[in-house]
């Protein structure tokens, strides 16, 4: 007897920051269903009641599950584990929609989908960011860390309410995919959310991330293969689309001279983009480079100190965090930071 192999289901993350206009997407796309097919959608609230799943026409041919409390990209995975299993194995559906709270994190919601005990169940398609392209004038509201975070994972960009733009937003559509063009890969312009199945219906790429121990402190450590980490300080090194990504993460209370890191940031070469916030001796400061604008200004207080730099060429990562570290005022024990990173 010939076995045949596990169906994997396609299946699509819409997300975006609130009021987007995601479920307004999700609608549209739920029309253009093959009558024969079934269709399944998991939505998450970060309250307690559901509305959005109201809002989705309960036909025949469509199974849609909320689940409620919480944002299921950063909290506990069982629920939402728990939750999809059981959709996909009452429902069997021909595609998968996730839409997850406009307060989530859809990078975490990935990494969690493409884990290899998804993947025979599992076909993840291009993640799709919802964008209000009326509020792109909004600095405020666009320049929220969440609001970022949302579009770095994005490998595809629906802008929405575009009937609404203004000359100021239109002018920050063309800044925001100059900005973002290492990371979204299409741009849709949908006028009432109205987006082909098909224009989604691209295969996510792979990330390669590895997150590990500052490069210094994994000099002094073992040969063996090092965990991956998420306490902090860390590195990370994340590799996309011919770009490379590096990032650093630092606690914050390390305190750094301003004009030193100014200085660094400025002498470094062949960058695409250089991101990031720290805590100087003249408050916090935020750096944003671009190879045509070298911006910084006082910013709020941020959880942490991190920065990011963009390059298509290979680098010295441990030569640059050593300038970076120097850049510390006054620092603490280096011996016990070792000492926290072993043990934890």
Not at 121 to 140: E, K, P, T
Not at 186 to 205: F, K, P, S
Not at 254 to 277: E, H, P, S, T
Not at 317 to 334: G, H, K, S, V
């Amino acid at each position: 007897m010939k076995l045949v192999a596990p169906k994997t289901v396609p299946t699509h993350i819409i997300s975006g920051f609130l009021g987007a206009g995601k479920t307004t997407l999700l609608q549209h796309l739920l029309a253009q269903k093959p009558e024969h097919e079934v269709w399944a959608v998991l939505m998450n609230e970060f309250g307690q009641i559901g509305v959005d799943q109201q809002l989705i026409t309960q036909q025949q041919g469509y199974a849609v599950k909320e689940l409620l409390g919480g944002c299921l990209c950063c909290s506990s995975q069982l629920p939402m584990q728990i939750a999809l299993s059981r959709l996909l194995s009452d429902s069997k559906p021909d595609r998968l929609f996730i839409e997850p709270t406009g307060l989530g994190h859809p990078a975490q919601l990935l990494e969690q989908l493409t884990e290899p005990h998804w993947q025979s169940s599992l076909a993840m398609r291009a993640l799709v960011i919802v964008v209000d392209g009326s509020r792109l004038h909004d600095q405020d509201w666009a320049k929220q860390n969440l609001y970022t975070d949302q579009l770095k994972a994005a490998q595809i960009v629906v802008l929405s309410h575009i009937d609404c733009m203004t000359a100021a937003d239109h002018q920050a559509y063309v800044a925001l995919k100059q900005e973002y063009d290492t990371y979204a890969q299409h741009w849709i312009e949908a006028e009432n959310g109205q987006v082909q199945i098909q224009q989604l219906d691209i295969q996510q790429q792979p990330v390669q991330r590895k997150i590990q121990p500052l490069l210094r402190l994994q000099q002094t450590q073992a040969v063996e293969p090092l965990p991956e980490i998420k306490q902090l300080p860390y590195h990370y090194v994340e590799t996309t689309q011919g770009y490379t990504v590096a990032g650093w993460k630092l606690p914050k209370r390390w305190q750094f001279n301003f004009y030193d890191l100014l200085d660094l940031l400025c002498a470094q070469q062949d960058w695409v983009r250089i991101k990031g916030i720290f805590n100087t001796e003249q408050g916090w400061k935020s750096f944003n480079f671009n190879p045509q604008q070298f911006n910084y200004k006082s910013a709020e207080e941020s959880i942490d100190n991190r920065i990011e730099l963009i390059c298509q060429s290979t680098r010295d990562w441990l030569a640059f965090e050593t300038q970076l570290l120097q850049c510390r005022i006054n620092p603490i024990d280096d011996q016990h930071d070792q000492i926290a990173h072993a043990s934890g």
